[in-house]
Every structure is written in structure tokens, then in C-alpha cells.
């Protein structure tokens, strides 16, 4: 079983996401602050990560960086902020170039429903089947 880990600063988002990925055969923990998805992203194996760009402590992308210092899994940024990817957000320039077009970094914009949340989960991690 193919195992996603969700970080959002709204419980009511990642309670979302949970019961949307679990309901498709994922395993998914979910976080509400960067300190809690750290300790899960550590104890489990992540196969995809979920990132919320807005957040009190650590925004999105400060995660991303903190995570790309290690081989790391397919990343999903969740936003309702569109201008999160705007060609003046210099961070979003660079996943373009890097993390988008190798296939290991999408974007979901809020709100969103469970078939647009599974079709991007599919596109980067394939279905919940753990591979062999």
C-alpha cells in the first residue's frame, strides 16, 4: 500500500485528504504543522507528499527545501493562493524548471474535489498498490 503524507495548517483540509486517499486504498497521515509531518515523514516510508503553500510556521516551500536536501518523494503543493506559481515567485521558477518537468512536483489549487485530488495523486504515484 502506497503511503502519502498531507500537511495543511486547516484540519478540516487534511481530513479531507485522508478520507479522500484512504477511500482509494492510500495510506495517508496527516499534519498540521511542520514540526508533526517532520516526526511522520521520519518513522514512515512516504511515497508523496502533500504541501500546503500557506502556512503560520513554515510556509510550503521553506518544507520543500528542507526535504530536497535528501532523496525525497513526489511532492503535490496544495494552494489557494494562485500567485504561489506566478513567474514572479522565485521558488516556483525554479520547481518549474526542475521538479515539474521531471515529473515529481504538481499543483492543486483550492478548492478541489476527491477526482481532481486523484487524478493528480495517480499522476505522480500511480494507484495505491504498493509496487513490487
Known sequence: MKRILALDD????????????????????????????????????????????CMPDKNGFEVFKELRRNKHPPVLFVTADLSSFSVESKMAMELWQNEFTEGTADVIYKPFDVATLHEKVLSLIGGAEAVS
Not at 479531507?16 to 521520519?42: H, Q, S, V
Request: charged fraction near 30%.
Open 10 to 53: 486547516e484540519q478540516s483540509i487534511v481530513e479531507f485528504i485522508k478520507k479522500a486517499l484512504d477511500n482509494k486504498g492510500y495510506e495517508t497521515f496527516i499534519a498540521t504543522e511542520a514540526g508533526t509531518f517532520f516526526r511522520l515523514f521520519r518513522e514512515q516510508e512516504i511515497d508523496l507528499v502533500l504541501l500546503d503553500i
